[in-house]
């Protein structure tokens, strides 16, 4: 396996285990919100409302790191508060679709199955740590393995369908038609079928079938073409297949849309910087961290765009 095929995979990886994140964070965090709020204790700054959290991950964590002092503290220690920094860094990565090697991997999914026990999520948490165990095997052999982690070799490890997906061969440009997507619904009306689409379209790119996600994403369009989620994750899909200049037309499509989408702007400034036009990443880096002045990855970004164009004789 290449190193750009084993990042990519990598990449999907990380993205399961977040979503898996969600399933498991997503009811503790809103009751411990709710209870605070209940006693008067607490009115999230940076949450609009309490059911803003859903499964979003990134509202999820971002609500633990502002709230931990009156909400989580007591129920948490701090060993889970540098998890959810260190899983918020995570989470920022795989969404500007920085690459993950075998170490980043590893640690991603022990960082995030570590949190998931400490709210009590044992399911994902489990499936988290076999998903762990599965890749040190594939990495050191099953010796070793067993020396590591204190589990037999013929142990269970987490299915494809449970988490991961390991590619046997290297991606290779489609040259057959699309695959089919999913059918429309009798009874369910457009907004919905985008909603399913886009979904679907999230869960096959974080399991790496990318194809498969960009017809999804590109159905969702055809029904709205109005709809900027839809436009943004084909965007990001087209990143993640290392067809930037697609990624680039299509974030102009989301930034068209909603003229606040941060996260529009970097994706868009990350294409350009793969692109090579270190101008134009800049501007974009720089547009995503008036809208968000919070995101350390951004900054980064930014940062390393300008180093790369003062290096070529830029003005910076």
Sequence with gaps: MTTTTSNTTNHSLVGNALQLLGVGLGPYVSDRLREAAGRGQYVPDDVGTLGDVGFDVAVMLRAMASGWNEVFRDHLGPVARSLVSEIRETRNRWAHMEPFDEDDLDRALDSIGRLLSAVGAQAESDRVHKAKHRLRRRRYGSEQSTAATGMEASAPVAS???????????????????????????????????????????????????????????????????????????????????????????????????????????????????????????ADFEAALTLAPDDDLTRANLDKARRRWAQRGGGY
């Design 160 to 282: 494809a369908a449970e988490l991961i997906h390991t590619p046997t061969e290297p991606a290779t440009q489609p040259t057959e038609p699309e695959p089919a997507v999913i059918p429309p619904t009798p009874g369910i009306d457009g907004g919905e079928q985008i909603v399913a689409l886009i979904q679907h379209g999230v869960s096959c790119r974080q399991q790496g079938e990318f194809r498969v996600a960009i017809a999804s994403f590109g159905k969702a369009i055809s029904i709205n073409r109005e709809h900027a989620d839809a436009w943004y994750h084909r965007a990001l899909t087209w990143g993640h297949m290392g067809q930037f200049e697609r990624a680039v037309n299509d974030f102009n499509r989301v930034i068209s849309l909603d003229r606040a989408f941060a996260d529009a702007y970097n994706g868009r400034g990350y294409a350009q910087f793969c692109l090579g036009d270190d101008p134009k990443a800049i």
